[in-house]
């Protein structure tokens, strides 16, 4: 059978069925975790280097090593996030929700990086509060499909719904940003406060939102075996158990990554979001130097993305049915072909008469709009798969795990990468404030956005070819979990399933599916 041909996974019992409106309520969350990037993506660097008084190498270099630096909260956060079912706070708001609901009104705390004229490290301690709180939402944020559903078209839903309403922002945010830099001038600092301000209290009320209108599956399994321990040893300090636990937790994220398909995953979703965002780390620096266009130009470039968002069902459509491994060639060809169509604008800049060039930009721009939204839209559509696979192999549900090493890997790639890209435009003469920059720095800028870009989406390309988990192998994978958890035999496996299974796990069959001890049913879990 191919990866095209169908397969259905049934809800378990007692399941909700996940509509639009469930899928609109997640969604939101993207709104918050796509426009946040897009808000400090297109504009922050540009601020501090205007109206702060920073250099290139120092603005990037506070992102970069503040999104580092908060790697490590990124473990602690997934660790509480798996285990906070354990105390009554995440048994009465939510083992993962309880998080939304303390982070949206933090997240005001932002709107003190808009503003101009502070010290260094003024800057650095908001962003890296930022960063944390970041993770501190988007790790529980990322296992709700898994918690709300087992199903896979529901997740896709929930998946595909908040991939579109990222992108909705993602377009929103240039084209009300755009607005308001042309209504009270993109030479004045206020306008990016207010740009900041709007779109901080937004992502305030949209994750808030979020926590009203998500759900979690109930403790079972492996994890009430937790819950009864932790109960039992309520109020009882022990040194040598705090430290197991800790190793425990050290342990957890390290397997992690011993499941095969999150290998390649996090291969391909870290290749593809970090160059991405080294493209929009620049790209308003390109239009303004190499295009010799206005930032309020770029903003009007970054807006039209908004034509593709009614395509966002399509490609949800488009990834059930051609499958993981077509979507990601499509994906990273297309990237590469718009970014080739750059270089050749910047070439014809000057020379070609400009109202084509202007028509030629919006193309180009468009294109690659269609073909980066999908290196979004297809990890996070995949992810809510990887914690079946697992558990398939550890009996135990680890999200919060699986979440917070996706962020902790994201973050120290992230932050490499603005370090990377402020250190080599500071070698190329890049004068922070000037008007025009020297052909060496604009050299520079389209090597970072163009030629560093296509070198990462190639090698991600290559590894995407091997990915194996889709529809019809998850598919396979959830049969035969449900018919263990009911009690078949090992000995009963079909030479399918177990290929599939090895295949994705990457550990021989003999060894999934662990048994577990007695389960005591006295234990409370409310």
């Known amino acids: 059978m191919s990866e095209k041909e169908k397969t259905t996974t049934a809800p378990l019992p007692g399941e909700k069925k996940i509509t639009l409106w469930h899928g609109i309520g997640f ?46 909260t990124a473990i602690v956060i997934g660790a509480l996030s798996d285990n906070m079912f354990k105390f009554k706070i995440g048994r009465k708001f939510g083992r993962r929700r309880v998080f939304l609901l303390i982070g949206s009104p933090l997240l005001l705390t932002a709107i003190g990086m808009w503003l101009p004229g502070m010290p260094y490290y003024w800057y650095f301690t908001i962003f890296l509060i930022w960063t944390i709180l970041n993770q501190f939402i988007m790790i529980p944020y990322a296992t709700l499909p898994s918690e709300m559903t087992s199903d896979f078209n529901g997740r896709t839903i929930l998946s595909t719904t908040r991939m579109f309403i990222s992108g909705v922002v993602g377009t929103l945010v240039p084209i009300i940003g755009g607005s308001l830099l042309a209504t009270l001038g993109d030479d004045k600092a206020s306008t990016y406060t207010v740009i900041g301000t709007i779109f901080t209290v937004l992502f305030s009320l949209c994750v808030f939102i979020v926590y009203k209108t998500t759900w979690e599956r109930p403790i079972s399994g492996a994890d009430l075996l937790e819950l009864e321990e932790s109960q039992a040893n309520k109020g009882k300090f022990n040194l040598g158990r705090s430290l197991k636990e800790l190793w425990n937790v050290i342990v957890s994220y390290a397997t992690t990554l011993r499941v095969r398909a999150f290998q390649r995953h996090m291969a391909i979703y870290l290749l593809g979001v970090s160059f991405a965002d080294i493209f929009g780390q ?107 696979i697992d558990e398939i192999m550890t009996r135990h549900r680890r999200e919060g795990s699986f979440s917070a090493m996706v962020l902790f890997l994201r973050r120290l790639t992230q932050g490499f990468s603005s370090i990377a890209v402020g250190a080599y435009l500071a070698t190329t003469g890049f004068k922070s404030g000037a008007l025009k920059q020297t052909l060496e720095a604009q050299t520079g800028l389209a090597n970072v956005m163009i030629w560093w870009v296509i070198a990462g989406f190639a090698l991600a390309w290559i590894i995407a070819l091997g990915f194996k988990l889709n529809k019809k192998t998850h598919g396979m994978l959830i049969d035969e979990m449900e018919r263990l958890r009911e009690g078949g035999s090992k000995d009963d496996v079909t030479p399918e399933t177990r290929k599939v299974v090895e295949n994705l796990t990457g550990i021989k069959y003999e060894k999934v599916w662990p048994a577990l001890p007695e389960i005591d049913d006295n234990v409370t879990t409310n």
């Open 282 to 388: 620049v790209f308003v620096f390109f239009v303004v130097f190499n295009l010799t266009k206005s930032a309020a130009f770029a903003s009007a470039l970054l807006a039209i993305g908004i034509i593709w968002q009614p395509f966002a069902p399509v490609q949800g459509w488009m990834f059930a049915k051609l499958g993981v491994r077509p979507m990601y060639s499509l994906c990273f060809g297309g990237c590469i072909a718009s970014l080739l169509g750059f270089y050749f604008l910047w070439q014809q800049t000057g020379v070609m008469d400009k109202t084509l060039l202007n028509t030629l930009t919006f193309i180009v721009m468009g294109a690659w709009l269609f073909f980066k939204g999908l290196i979004y839209f297809l990890p996070w559509n995949v992810f809510p798969f990887i914690p079946d």
């Open 27 to 72: 969604g939101l969350g993207d709104f918050y975790g796509g426009g946040s990037g897009a808000l400090t993506g297109a504009y922050l660097a540009l601020f501090w280097t205007t109206f702060a008084g920073l250099k290139i190498d120092q603005a990037m270099s506070i992102q970069g090593v503040t999104l580092m630096l908060s790697a490590i």
